[in-house]
């Protein structure tokens, strides 16, 4: 049988080499959202570099890259996502060997630039979350929907990716209490999240009005009603809650500044600072848990302690429990 022959490694991989090594890169990345960030990263790597006099894939090649990201004002950690990018791509082209090992190396050891303090983020006050979801007209279905969607994002501290990819089926109840179980978080880690009553409230109105029964909790629907197999896009969740921030005066609000949003609430309110870890499913909470052997709490979710009214939705979600 004819065997297919590699090209022997050099300094300078061609563009399909760098595209195969693009692929290999994004197939080994588990969450979407980083598949995203990688993907348009490497392939802005890849635009300057077929763009530039260049003496090949190297080392100096990638300092001056990290230079030209400097010069466009960007900040610390976007430039360094960028700069982990490009060493994962020069790996898996060391890997499929279309570049020599030794410049893998070298390109390895580039720094990222070091950050000058740190970004706090944005978030609302409590009169600034109530008057968002006030601002949401619950009179048509799309904005039922909306409504529901920032719901979880203040009320759960959910991602956006999260929302989009939320199951009718994982709506259960847990010591009396509604949750959002097996949730699929960043790193593919599982958590099971409490939803505040008047968030069950929004989710209970938009189900029954779009006649929502199976699949995904926000499925794409078509303007005639017409549902589809497929869910909503995570650009629909950013667009909601840029729509409504600007409808209340707070420019550039993002779907992420409303997980921070709860967070800061629940802190606010009284919420334990491990039962907010395990709200939000960050990293450090197995840790914590195994240190301190604390147990997530249901029945005092930290979660239910900010008050936010949805008086006009409540007669309804009680009718629809009857």
Known sequence: MPTTKLSPASAAPTLPELEQSKKAVLDALVSQNS???YKHAIEAFITWYCSEPRIGFNRLIVVRYRSFLESRSLSAATVNLHLSAVRRLADEAADGGWLSPELAIGIRRVNGVKALGRRVGNWLSIDQAQEL?????LTTLRGKRDAAIIGLLIGCGLRRSEV???RLDQLQSR???GVIVDLVG???RLRTVPIPTWCSNLLALWLHSANVT???VFPHTSKD???HETEVTTSVVWTA???YAKQIGVAHLAPHDLRRTCARLCHEAGGELEQIQFLLGHAPVQTTERYIGCRQNFKKAANDRFPISTTEVSDFAQQTRR
């Open 35 to 37: 598949r995203r960030a």
């Open 133 to 137: 979801l006030r601002t949401v007209p």
């Open 164 to 166: 989009v990819a939320l």
């Open 175 to 177: 010591e009396s209490h």
């Open 186 to 188: 960043k790193g593919g």
């Open 214 to 216: 199976h699949g995904k």
């Open 225 to 227: 009603g017409t549902q």
């Open 241 to 243: 809650v840029r729509r």
